[in-house]
């Protein structure tokens, strides 16, 4: 339905003006830096949530309430997050004819992964772990961390909540969804890192030579931590490699 993806959107966009608000970028932002903006709110937020899981206030309302507030902070930044974030959906002007069918090249094992994303969870792990934990928090409203009578109950579990964020108003698709989502910024970074060394035909080519392995299709295909981790590293490595270029501290900082 459509709670599912409205809770991945607007979740998604709170993180992206969080990162804004704490990671400024000029007056034009490029997308490395709206990428990066994504992943250090996406980050912030993780700690955040770690943090509410250990109190019975895990609600739907809750959550609305807080995602609401770095959008409430600066309208006018929140309105050019959401300019950018609407440009994402107007029709794509490419130099060549080929690069078009390169790039629905890329896209279809991409699509393939939402299909299957679609699908109700069947992976024991996901079963055991990444899924049950947010559909714990939900029923529970709160984490217990008994390692008593769960091992790994106070291991990492970054990506974990941030299911549980989707997953609260949203269900069971909206967390698979999210998932999903990671992956496509993993996808966009790849991207957008390769069109400084290449013409738009070989950068898409490289991400659907990214998106078609077989690990790939196994961390979207079920709920794992993987691919926000992949997320997360890859943003750090171009994070580095942007400290490196503008010798700007705040590059290192993220």
């Given at each position: 339905g459509p709670m599912s993806v409205a809770a991945v959107l607007f979740f998604l966009f709170s993180c992206l003006v969080t990162g804004a608000l704490l990671l400024p970028s000029g007056e034009k932002p490029d997308p490395v830096s709206r990428l990066l903006q994504l992943l250090l709110g996406v980050g912030v937020w993780m700690g955040i949530l770690w943090i509410a899981v250990h109190?019975?206030?895990?609600?739907?309302?809750?959550?609305?309430?807080?995602?609401?507030?770095?959008?409430?902070?600066?309208?006018?930044?929140?309105?050019?997050?959401?300019?950018?974030?609407?440009r994402l959906f107007r029709p794509l002007k490419l130099p060549r004819r080929i690069d078009y069918w390169v790039m629905a090249l890329a896209a279809f094992p991409l699509i393939c992964h939402f299909l299957v994303t679609a699908k109700p969870e069947m992976g024991a792990d996901a079963l055991a772990v990444h899924?049950?934990?947010?559909?714990?928090?939900a029923y529970q409203?709160?984490?217990?961390?008994d390692f008593h009578h769960f091992?790994?109950?106070?291991?990492?579990?970054?990506a974990d909540w941030c299911f549980t964020a989707v997953l609260l108003p949203g269900g069971e698709f909206a967390a698979r969804l999210l998932n999903f989502a990671f992956l496509a910024?993993?996808?966009?970074?790849?991207?957008v890192v390769s069109r400084r060394y290449l013409s738009c035909g070989?950068?898409?080519?490289?991400?659907?030579?990214?998106?078609?392995?077989?690990?790939?299709?196994?961390?979207?295909?079920s709920l794992f931590a993987?691919?926000?981790?992949?997320?997360?590293?890859?943003g750090a490595v171009v994070a580095l490699g942007r400290f490196h270029a503008t010798t700007k501290p705040r590059w290192l900082y993220v």
């Open positions: 109190f019975r206030v895990n609600y739907v309302a809750t959550y609305l309430v807080a995602f609401s507030v770095p959008l409430a902070l600066r309208p006018r930044l929140t309105l050019s997050c959401l300019a950018d974030a609407v899924l049950m934990v947010p559909s714990w928090v409203h709160y984490w217990p961390f091992t790994w109950a106070v291991t990492p579990l970054g910024v993993i996808a966009s970074l790849v991207y070989p950068a898409f080519l490289l991400v659907g030579l990214f998106v078609s392995t077989p690990l790939v299709q196994l961390e979207t295909g993987e691919n926000l981790w992949a997320a997360l590293l890859l």
